[in-house]
């Protein structure tokens, strides 16, 4: 039987950031409708919980992502491939993610968003880890400011798939040990700013 993982960020605490994130996101878009875009593996249960939290109008997108390895001119490199995207033309669209490490992801979802024309686009994340970025992009919003480490539960999977059903979340592991606590929101992303 697997060990429980250390508690990071305990249940209490994760509802008390994930409702003042939504209203800081009701706040900023008033009585308009938001088109949420959700990675499904991985920020399925904190979507839920922040989607039940906002008062504005929701339209659901739900977007899985696959890493392979392709060749390319001779060479094999990593791709990433995300499903058909949703119509978003003039519509203010906020992708939910759970964890933001390294940004390559996110960044490519972004681009691949902004192609069609939204009049907005934000980031939510629940848990911002800035030490691992790879590329320009912040959260509009976010919940904790976290230390590098593997995160699991509260949707995040472990060892074998294990631990998505925690109601917390915890860790198996350092990653490189920098980073704190505390959380709010940012200002406009890179995203934000190329969709005005």
């Given at each position: 039987m697997s060990e ?6 305990s ?5 008390s950031r994930?409702?003042a994130?939504?209203?800081a996101i009701?706040?900023d878009?008033?009585t308009?409708?938001?088109d ?9 249960i ?5 989607i039940?939290d906002?008062?504005?109008?929701v ?7 696959e890493?392979?390895?392709v060749?390319?001119?001779g060479?094999e490199r990593?791709?990433v491939?995300?499903?058909?995207p949703?119509?978003?033309?003039g519509r ?13 992801t996110l960044?490519?979802?972004?681009k691949r ?11 939510a994340?629940l848990?911002d ?7 320009d992009?912040r ?5 904790f400011?976290?230390a ?6 509260y ?9 998505r059903n925690?109601a917390y979340?915890?860790?198996s ?9 505390g959380?709010g ?6 995203a934000?700013?190329?969709a005005r």
């Open positions: 429980s993982p250390a508690i990071i960020y249940k209490a605490k994760i509802a994930v409702a994130m939504a209203r009701s706040r878009y008033g308009e409708a938001v949420v875009v959700i990675r499904v593996e991985d920020s399925f904190f979507a839920a919980d922040l039940r906002l008062k504005n109008p339209v659901c997108h739900f977007v899985r992502t890493m392979r390895d060749e390319l001119s060479h990593r791709e491939f995300f499903s058909h949703p119509e978003l033309k203010n669209v906020l992708i939910v993610e759970v964890v933001l490490r390294t940004g390559v960044d490519f979802l972004s968003l902004l192609e069609a024309g939204p009049r907005s686009l934000r980031v994340v848990v880890e800035p030490s691992e970025r790879r590329v992009l959260p509009d919003y976010f919940g400011v976290g590098s480490k593997i995160l699991v539960g949707g995040l999977e472990g060892r074998a798939g294990q631990f925690l979340i915890g860790h592991g350092p990653r490189n040990g920098r980073g704190a606590g959380g929101t940012r200002e406009r992303s890179r934000q700013r190329k």
